[in-house]
């Protein structure tokens, strides 16, 4: 009721400064929080040295690692996505050594930056934009290199909505000294991972993309071979030492304060996840992202990735629409948010994240408004059969189940 009176109380101040309601958030991160995980997020605040916090810790730390499908831990930072990604590397590689990375995109280059900044040596392999890296090429400089301590990628690229083949890559980075690191942040939980079977040594994930939670904390685990390396890398660490973190999870602790809110959050998100069944969750996702590609068929839309991701979308626009303008008339006259093209993108695609609380009526609205943008643009698009499409393609699709806080 609480959560009922601030909502109440956001769309009144909205309506006052101009006529909108709170925005339809259809990115890839962030994502649309659950009302159930809101009212998570608007418990009043305890300490994080007390049982009660305790014991939500001890229940999501056992559950967590069912995401990543693995026997290892998993461990919260308190930081976004990309510490993670930092954390990933500080605790596997030493200055010097070098890191293949697998550059399709703007969080591939990240990876390159990280190891940069840290005196490590990265070898970058670069990916057309919109494709997915092939295993035999990954392969064949590994051959090369047999010094290479460690190989990044990303399950899907967010910025291209491009899906790789990890689970191919993982027996190939099996069979080398490397550890293969993967940023799963647009792919835990969403799309078909598995740690252990696929033999992934670090995996990464981010809150505010398929865990359907506000921005502010990541996870990562560590496969045996990675935790070897933990041990030994020469990297300067101290707030990504998971060392730390891993002692305090003993004791059902974080090492530095706890993020309350956010873990119980987290908690509540689980709960949902766990509750439709981590293998249904990722079905969810297929569904709606294959409602979503043949209803962009029939508005005249490609998908810009060549094996498109279940959790973003990225569509390919007609040369005389921009993108940026999509985007300005889908916020300003509909209110609904997508994302754009960066860098060598910018203007040329949209891009339409459908992660975690994705309902039918969501992807109507955004089909519909979408139709109405691209023909305000000049487009001749057919909005009623865009629609019928989608709405039969989600026909059966089952909203996600309440979870009491
Ligand atoms: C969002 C995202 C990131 C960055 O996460 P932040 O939370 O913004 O730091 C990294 N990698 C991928 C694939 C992402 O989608």
Redesign the pocket.
């Known amino acids: 009721m609480f959560l009922r009176k601030i909502l109440d109380k956001k769309s009144s101040q909205n309506k006052q400064n101009s006529t909108r309601k709170m925005p339809l958030v259809m990115t ?2 962030p994502v649309l929080v659950p009302e159930a995980i809101m009212e998570a997020v608007a418990l009043p605040i305890i300490h994080h040295r007390t049982e009660g916090f305790e014991t939500d810790l001890a229940w999501v730390l056992e559950n967590l690692p069912k995401i990543f499908k693995t026997k290892e831990k998993a461990y919260i930072l308190t ?5 993670a ?1 930092e954390a990933s590397l500080v605790n596997t590689v030493s200055p010097g050594e070098k890191v293949l990375c697998v550059v399709g995109g703007k ?1 591939g280059e ?1 990876f390159g930056e990280i190891a940069k900044a840290y005196g490590m040596n990265p070898i970058i392999h670069n990916v057309e934009w919109g494709k997915s890296f092939k295993v035999s090429e990954i392969e064949k400089i590994l051959k090369e290199n047999p010094d290479i301590k460690a190989v990044t990628c ?6 291209t909505g491009a899906l790789n083949p990890v689970e191919e890559l993982g027996k190939v980075v099996a069979k080398t000294d490397a550890v293969l690191i993967v ?5 835990l939980g969403a799309t078909n991972l598995n740690m252990d079977q696929w033999n992934l040594d670090v995996v ?1 994930g ?4 398929a865990f359907m939670l506000p ?1 502010g904390i ?1 996870f990562i685990s560590f496969s045996k071979k990675a935790w070897a390396r933990v041990e030994t890398s020469k990297t300067p660490r101290y707030y990504w030492d998971i060392r730390f973190e891993k002692k305090a999870n003993e004791k059902n602790q974080t090492y530095f304060s706890s993020p309350v809110t956010h873990i119980r959050a987290l908690k509540t998100a689980l709960e949902i996840i766990l509750k439709v069944g981590t293998d249904e969750f990722i079905q969810r996702h297929l569904l709606i992202a294959d409602a979503l590609r043949h209803a962009g068929k029939a508005l005249g839309l490609e998908s810009f990735a060549e094996n498109p991701s279940s959790t ?1 979308t990225a569509f390919k626009l007609p040369a005389n629409i921009n993108g940026e303008q999509v985007q300005k008339i889908m916020q300003d006259k509909h209110n609904i948010t997508i994302a754009g093209g960066q860098d060598q993108l910018k203007g040329k695609i949209i891009r339409i994240g459908h992660m975690g609380a994705i309902e039918k009526s969501h992807m109507l609205v955004t089909i519909e408004k979408l139709s109405l943008t691209l023909n305000e643009l000049g487009m001749k698009t057919d909005t009623t059969k865009a629609l019928a499409v989608i709405s039969d393609k989600l026909k059966n699709l089952k909203p996600l189940p309440h979870v009491e806080v």
């Open positions: 890839p991160g930081s976004t996505g990309s510490g990604m969080f990240r990303q399950a899907c690229e967010t910025s940023d799963g942040i647009t792919a990464v981010g809150s505010q993309k921005t990541a973003v």
